[in-house]
């Protein structure tokens, strides 16, 4: 079974990383991102989207680990 889902966990990385790819070289349209009067250089569409992507990857499983920590701190193991 375990190594079931490693494949699995392969083939959706692989998928994740294969549309990745295909939306950048889809995506080269020179942009410029104002956010709060700092402007950026102007690069291709798809850097801010990806940028995005990874931003989101990082803070969501932080969020979730965080909630975890403050559920074990407000409800302890009962012991039986």
Do not use: C
Request: aromatic content about 8%; cysteine-free.
């Amino acid at each position: 079974m375990r190594i079931f889902k490693r494949v699995i966990l392969t083939v959706v990385v692989f998928l994740i990383v294969l549309a990745t790819t295909a939306f950048m070289l889809e995506n080269q349209q020179p942009v410029t991102l104002v956010f709060f009067g700092w402007s950026a250089p102007q690069l291709s569409q798809a850097v801010p989207v990806i940028l995005a992507l990874l931003l989101g990857m990082l803070i969501g499983p932080a969020l979730a680990w965080l909630a975890s920590l403050r559920k074990k701190r407000t409800h302890p193991a009962r012991s039986i």
